[in-house]
């Protein structure tokens, strides 16, 4: 018997006859949020005694029967520790997506009904880096808020230029929204270098350098964000 979390049932995803499928074996439950995930993703829940694996692989050679509790899913059915820097770089996107839910409700909160939306397409796209990692998936074109890879480093570099404001410190005086997207932007930054840990070998070489260069740029639209947060604020004070 086992509960299966979202991060968890993301790294079990299976491909069948050209269909992503998770294999539910008797006994075996999902948390809400990994239902969800599956239900979003439209991956088919498949149940059966013979759809779990018989045995489980290791990266050091080994062979077990049983998952242990110190071990979790990298892919299919090969385990590895909970420490691995693969798991500790989906722990920070795990943690990246409630910040940014969170930073939803401050936004709405503070009627900012837009910035909301905007974290939605922010959210939605950090969930897809996910699945690039288990299903060894490129990364899909990164066009946010119809801004390119390349608009998005120009503009978080020259906010003066396109945005009337120049760079600054945030501060308590500033709007919960602005701040709220303040904490997002440095929580990117940590699942960054999570990222490097993760997909660089012994001689730094990285293999995944679509997904840092991604989460490079979402904090530079996180950035844009706050710019403008901030010229707005500037056109309302006395």
């Keep these: 018997m086992a509960l299966f979390t979202e991060s968890s049932v993301r790294a079990c995803i299976r491909v069948k006859d050209g269909r992503r499928v998770f294999y539910l074996g008797p006994g075996d439950r999902l948390t809400p949020s990994a239902r969800e995930w599956l239900r979003q993703e439209r991956i088919e829940i498949v149940q059966g005694e013979q759809l779990k694996p018989k045995t489980y692989e290791t990266l050091f050679g080994g062979t077990l029967t049983e998952k242990p ?26 943690l990246l997506e409630a910040e940014l839910l969170l930073a939803q409700r401050t936004a709405m909160a503070d009627g900012r009904e837009d910035m909301a939306d905007h974290l939605q397409e922010i959210l939605d796209f950090v969930r897809s880096l996910i699945r690039a990692d288990v299903l060894d998936e490129p990364v899909q074109p990164l066009h946010l808020l119809g801004l390119t890879v390349e608009e998005l480093r120009e503009r ?78 500037k056109e309302v004070e006395p």
């Design 69 to 94: 509790e110190h071990m979790t899913h990298l892919r299919g059915n090969l385990l590895v520790f909970k420490d691995h820097p693969r798991i500790e770089f989906r722990g920070q996107i795990d």
């Design 156 to 233: 978080s570099h020259a906010p003066q230029k396109y945005y009337g404001q120049s760079h600054f410190m945030p501060s308590r005086h500033d709007s919960p929204t602005l701040l709220a997207i303040n904490k997002v932007r440095t929580v990117i930054r940590q699942a960054e270098r999570a990222a490097y840990r993760a997909f660089r070998d012994e001689n730094g070489v990285v293999s995944r350098d679509d997904i840092i260069l991604a989460l490079n740029r979402l904090s530079s639209l996180c950035w844009i964000l706050e710019i403008q947060l901030k010229a707005e604020q």
